[in-house]
């Protein structure tokens, strides 16, 4: 029997709503049980636990003050959002977040009104919440907007592009920043400092106290204490920071955690505010949960754990992790070469880059959330004649797009682009799955392209990028552990644009792009039994195509299948043209590109996605089937889309 907390007031909260019956004292008993339940729900689950244990009595005040779903939070990032989701009618699927057909682990506009934007990439809260805004005063929606918004998410430019653009326009426009002085990992960067001295410098720990003698002083009912509220709103809005001179009124700090500092203060801002106005709550990440609270990242994101021990259940691992393979060869590469730097964009540890920078960290450059950014100072490093490695998400380097072409290809810079959580990633569905980045890097020209199918691979193509210096390069990888082959000690250096046969048969060939190459050789093992013995090649680059390879399988073969962990348009949309140029469909080739579906594949574990992708084994299997003209195999359709 799962022990659960007692909650006898949460209990009453079907709804926002039903929080204005209760008292001040008693939202600060609902803002305890909240949390117990938060914790309650994660270690059933697993996910982000510090962030939103920090926000609990934002999220308390915030559905109390404001008038929720026509006021609108938005939530950036949306990591801390389950406090959230629990107050707006998902208490009941809050222990089934982050799994199969469950509450997504981020604010999803389909999932309830009460998510008015989506969001899993930091800081777009404030730029959102601006265009609610605006379409408010333009006769749209009508209510307030209310971006929350982290320290770490501050670091990125888009923050300041619209906080920019907010207090030139002046509409009323609320942000709240939550800081807790962590990011995922410590915050880097001036700006970080900066909003430390906010609350640690002199005048402002007076204000601290005046804030807090304020409320004391705010009588109730509001309209009574007008003339207060704004003496506190003038008196705490101290000009001079860097949110003043952008037009925005400064109200803080004020302790995240204080009901009797924050009620009062959005109740007071709610009621008089006309402009955009900027309130810096001071929060602590795993708030109240001591296993959080003192963990190093905070509790930032956890497996399933107990409660009482904060231990957590580790799944056995049979195999290195691709991250962790990467970071090893980086190491090695690095040890030889002291050209060599390394770039995360706020994902030391995600990157694998913090093994890294253990080694060397004068040649390591953790630049804060800021892709684009990362991507340009790796420019430029490459044309100062370093040799940087711009460690960093598939999704996430999405933001930095024009900086990868701009700034790397087109003047043929050699940036090499170690491209982590390629293909699907599991918990965090669609917002971070690693869909696009074969399609959007393989269609720039001069660049090189490379997915590896297992660790070996992987530590070779380190050592490939390590070597090629003509222009820009990428290799990509997946998301958790290998497939446990053989480690070579050091990488060797790939022939750029060669791919390598794993398996020759007859009939059919496969050729794939990346890690599904396990999946193939199951497929074909399963169907030698039925005397079918398809060649296998694994392609290693997409860019550019391994021609020889590609047109001799199709010389060799009736049929051609491709397969990749990639939307279209990507490796198998290349070959196709390649064929399609050379004339190869003229003389009867059949052909078939495996691809991602063209929807945005649900959270669930990584198979089943791959499974309602129609990717692994048994879709390979019908697909070679199919392309025979043997038919289905065990009613498994060769394709889910
Ligand atoms: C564009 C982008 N880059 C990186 C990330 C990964 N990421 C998720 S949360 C996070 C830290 C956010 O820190 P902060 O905004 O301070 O929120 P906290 O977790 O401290 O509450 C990072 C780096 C992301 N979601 N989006
Ligand atoms: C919220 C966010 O963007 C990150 O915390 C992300 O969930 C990390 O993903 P990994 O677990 O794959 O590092
Ligand atoms: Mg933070």
Not at 1 to 23: F, G, H, Y
Not at 207 to 215: E, F, I, R, T
Not at 265 to 285: E, F, M, N, Q, Y
Request: charged share 20%.
């Amino acid at each position: 029997m799962i022990n659960r907390p007692q909650t006898p007031l949460l209990d009453r909260v079907s709804l926002p709503s039903d929080l204005k019956a209760l008292t001040d004292s008693e939202l600060r008993q609902l803002a305890d049980e909240l949390r117990s339940e938060t914790v309650s729900a994660v270690s059933e689950t697993g996910g982000h636990l510090g962030a939103g244990l920090g926000v609990v009595e934002l999220t308390v005040a915030l559905h109390a003050v404001f008038d929720t779903p026509r006021d609108k939070i938005i939530w950036d990032v949306g990591h801390q959002c389950y406090p959230h989701k629990i107050l707006t009618g998902r208490r009941d699927r809050i222990r089934s977040l982050r799994t199969g057909g469950g509450l997504s682990g981020f604010t999803k506009r389909t999932e309830s009104p009460y998510d008015p934007f989506g969001a899993g990439h930091s800081s777009t809260s404030i730029s959102a919440a601006l265009g609610f805004a605006i379409a408010r005063d333009l006769g749209g929606d009508p209510g307030d907007a209310i971006a929350v918004i982290g320290d770490g998410a501050m670091s990125a430019g888009m923050a300041y592009e619209a906080l920019n653009n907010a207090g030139d326009l002046g509409k009323r426009l609320f942000v709240i920043l939550n800081d807790n002085e962590m990011s995922i990992a410590p915050p880097v960067g001036a700006m970080s400092s900066y909003l430390t001295r906010l609350y640690t410098g002199g005048p402002f720990q007076e204000l601290k106290a005046a804030a807090k003698g304020a409320v004391g002083f705010l009588p109730e009912p509001l309209q009574e204490g007008a003339r207060r509220a704004k003496e506190m709103l003038k008196g705490m809005a101290v000009g001079g920071t860097l949110f003043e001179e952008l037009g925005f009124s400064y109200i803080g700090p004020v302790d995240g955690h204080d009901m009797e500092q924050l009620l009062p203060l959005l109740r007071t801002v709610k009621s008089r505010a006309t402009g955009p106005v900027l309130i810096h709550a001071v929060t602590r990440k795993g708030k109240g949960y001591a296993p959080a609270e003192t963990a190093a990242d905070r509790g930032h994101a956890t497996g399933k754990f107990d409660v009482v021990t904060g231990v957590q259940a580790k799944a056995k691992s049979n195999a290195p992790s691709y991250t962790s393979v990467f970071a090893r060869a980086l190491t090695d590469q690095a040890s030889r070469d002291d050209r060599i730097v390394g770039i995360t964009a706020a994902m030391p540890d995600g990157t694998g880059l913090k093994q890294f920078a253990q080694t060397f960290p004068r040649r390591c450059f953790d630049v804060g959330i800021a892709e684009q950014h990362a991507v340009t100072f790796a420019a430029g490093l490459a044309a100062g004649g370093m040799k940087p490695f711009c460690a960093i998400y598939s999704t996430f380097l999405q933001r930095g797009y024009d900086q990868v072409v701009h700034d790397v290809a087109v003047q043929g810079l050699p940036v090499r682009f170690a491209i982590d959580r390629a293909g699907l990633v599991g918990q965090d569905g669609p917002t971070h799955a690693g869909a696009f980045d074969i399609a959007y890097l393989s269609n720039l020209p001069g660049f090189v392209v490379m997915a590896a199918a297992d660790e070996a691979e992987l530590t070779h193509m380190v050592a490939t990028a390590a070597a090629y210096d003509r222009g820009p390069i990428a290799f990509r990888f997946p998301r958790g552990e290998g497939t446990g082959v053989d480690m070579p000690e050091h990488g060797e250096v790939l022939e750029i644009g060669k791919g390598r046969i794993i398996s020759e048969g007859q009939g059919v060939a496969i050729l794939s792009f990346g890690t599904r190459l396990s999946e193939v050789s199951k497929a074909c093992e399963s169907l030698r039994a039925r005397g079918i013995v398809p060649t296998v090649a694994d392609a290693r680059f997409a860019k550019p195509l391994d021609r020889d390879l590609i047109l001799r399988l199709a010389a060799d073969h009736g049929a051609l299948i491709t397969i990749e962990e990639g939307a279209v348009g990507g490796f198998g949309s290349h070959v196709a043209q390649l064929l399609a140029e050379e004339g190869i469909f003229d003389h009867g080739l059949k052909f078939r590109s495996m691809v991602l579906p063209d929807r945005f594949v649900d959270h669930d574990a990584p198979y089943a996605m791959y499974d309602s992708s129609a990717l692994n084994a048994a879709h390979i299997e019908a697909k070679i089937l199919d392309v025979l003209g043997i038919g289905d195999l065990k009613g498994r359709r060769a394709d889910n889309r």
